[in-house]
């Protein structure tokens, strides 16, 4: 579904604050993949989303997504067939819509500028009493007056209801409260299974990491230093994996929120 080849990228080249923040990286993810990753801090976690969302372009290689080469496609034009949710709830959705005119809008229906039809309304009111958070009896509200968890909850919908070819969760749950975080990863497992995307998750809970999904991939300094999956990744713990970091990298993980959440 995804081919990434040998990428890098580079920020301010060329000056004093030059940072190869992603180096030579090369990644394919199977149709139907969900890819946890984790890793050091300033690893290039995000910046690798950056790259495969089209926020920057990368300096060298090439992405193909859908045998689609889309290494130069804008960011906009990615957005169509990537969905993205990041660690802050505000983001994704706009605070001032209501929650109809916000699924209508990532559904491609129009939004307050036109009527909402009678089965879009259906259809949206189904979708969220998946999430099981009343908001289909919520509709008309804004969704400024929705809680952070919620938010997330309806922000997952939103990049889902026209499922997309690939879904980049950027430590989605990280600023939610552990029970809410609990329950918005949940729905992520359903709602990845149900659709059969493809989904690539950053996390900083190790024990997320290799709960959910089939793959999970460990980067450092710009490299993927580790990419399990299958039975050896069945067996693995947590203590597992900061040894396989240690037997990688040659240094102990140093990412401050992952060894917290120990
Ligand atoms: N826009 C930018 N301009 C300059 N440097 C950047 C930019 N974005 C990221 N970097 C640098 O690139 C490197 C990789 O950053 P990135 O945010 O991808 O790491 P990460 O693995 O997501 O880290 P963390 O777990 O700490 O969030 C870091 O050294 C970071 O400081």
Not at 118 to 131: A, G, I, S, T, V
Not at 151 to 166: E, G, V
Request: some cysteine; proline content about 3%; hydrophobic content about 40%.
């Amino acid at each position: 579904m995804l081919d990434i080849r040998g990428i890098t990228l580079t920020f301010n080249k060329g000056t004093v604050n030059e940072k190869v923040a992603i180096s030579d990286l090369s990644l394919n993810v199977n149709d139907g993949d969900f890819i946890t990753i984790i890793g050091a801090n300033g690893a290039g976690k995000s910046t690798l989303f950056n790259a495969i969302g089209g926020t920057f372009i990368t300096d060298s290689g090439s992405i193909v997504l859908d045998g689609k080469d889309i290494t130069l496609t804008p960011e906009h034009k990615r957005a169509r067939s990537i969905g993205r949710l990041f660690q802050d709830p505000m983001k994704g959705s706009a605070p001032g819509m209501t929650i109809e005119e916000n699924l209508a809008l990532a559904a491609g229906h129009g939004g307050w500028l036109s009527a909402i039809s009678k089965k879009d309304k259906e259809r949206f009111k189904k979708c969220l009493r998946q999430l099981n958070m009343g908001l289909e009896d919520r509709m008309q509200q804004p969704v400024g007056l929705l809680s952070g968890g919620q938010r997330q909850a309806l922000t997952l919908m939103m990049a889902t209801i026209n499922p997309p070819k690939l879904l980049l969760l950027d430590e989605h749950t990280a600023a939610l409260d552990p029970a809410t975080a609990e329950k918005v990863l949940e729905l992520t497992r359903s709602i990845v299974e149900e659709n059969h995307l493809t989904c690539m998750m950053i996390t900083h809970n190790m024990q997320s990491a290799l709960e959910l999904g089939n793959r999970t991939i460990m980067m450092n300094a710009g490299r993927i230093i580790y990419d399990v999956s299958g039975k050896e990744r069945e067996g693995l713990t947590v203590n597992d994996l900061l040894e396989k970091f240690r037997e990688t990298s040659g240094k102990a993980l140093d990412n401050d929120r992952m060894l917290l959440g120990l």
